[in-house]
Structure formats: structure tokens, C-alpha cells
Nanobody, 119 residues
Framework: QVQLVESGGGLVQPGGSLRLSCAASGIIFSTYDMGWFRQAPEKQRELVTRITTRGITNYADSVKGRFTISRDNAKNTVYLQMNSLKPEDTAVYYC?????????????WGQGTQVTVSS
């Protein structure tokens, strides 16, 4: 049984930081691209960032320079370090695991973790 379990969400003030974690089980973690989507109320789901099996990263323009994705294959875990948080970063954040091919398909999802940026 495949599981992706996110943690690390919460309430933070603008300008603060959070680190999200997503622990995977039931898959050969090193063979999957990993990433994070987010969805805010009444907004479309947005791809925030991803990291390939080779460690290549991509970021949405809205988070470039503020967010950093990383992976630890030994721990089967992907991380999202979020700095300089803004109220518009408020959303439920979902991690996913995807085989590198075919592209733009997402095989497994976590349950989501709420991030709220507010003073």
C-alpha cells in the first residue's frame, strides 16, 4: 500500500518560515519524481515545485527565490522549505509522486497539509 504523509503545516506570520515534509512508503522512492501542489479556496490547483529523480528542480514563478524543494532518498522523504511567506501562500499543500514517464501524470498523492500565513 502506497502512502504519502505530509507534515509541517501550520499558522505562521507573514515573513516567517515553515518546512513541509512528505514521507513516502510502498514505492521505490528514488525512481519517482516528487513535487508539491497547492490549492487555495476558490482558486485553481497550482503546481508549486518539483524535483526529479536526478535532483533537477522547477518552481512556480510565484515562489522562486523563497521556496526550496529537496529530497532524501535514504529517508524516502521530500521537503519543502518555505521562507518569506506571504498571505497569498495560504493553501492546502499536497505532495505527489510521479513516474518520470509519461509526463504530466501524477501517480500518488498525500492527504494535504494546511499552511496559513496571517498576522
Amino acid at each position: 500500500q502506497v502512502q504519502l504523509v505530509e507534515s509541517g503545516g501550520g499558522l505562521v506570520q507573514p515573513g516567517g518560515s515553515l518546512r513541509l515534509s512528505c514521507a513516502a512508503s510502498g514505492i521505490i522512492f528514488s525512481t519517482y519524481d516528487m513535487g508539491w501542489f497547492r490549492q487555495a479556496p476558490e482558486k485553481q490547483r497550482e503546481l508549486v515545485t518539483r524535483i526529479t529523480t536526478r535532483g533537477i528542480t522547477n518552481y512556480a514563478d510565484s515562489v522562486k527565490g523563497r521556496f526550496t524543494i529537496s529530497r532524501d532518498n535514504a529517508k524516502n522523504t521530500v521537503y519543502l522549505q518555505m521562507n518569506s511567506l506571504k498571505p497569498e501562500d495560504t493553501a492546502v499543500y499536497y505532495c505527489y509522486a510521479a513516474k518520470p514517464w509519461p509526463p504530466n501524470t501524477y501517480d500518488y498523492w498525500g492527504q494535504g497539509t494546511q499552511v496559513t500565513v496571517s498576522s
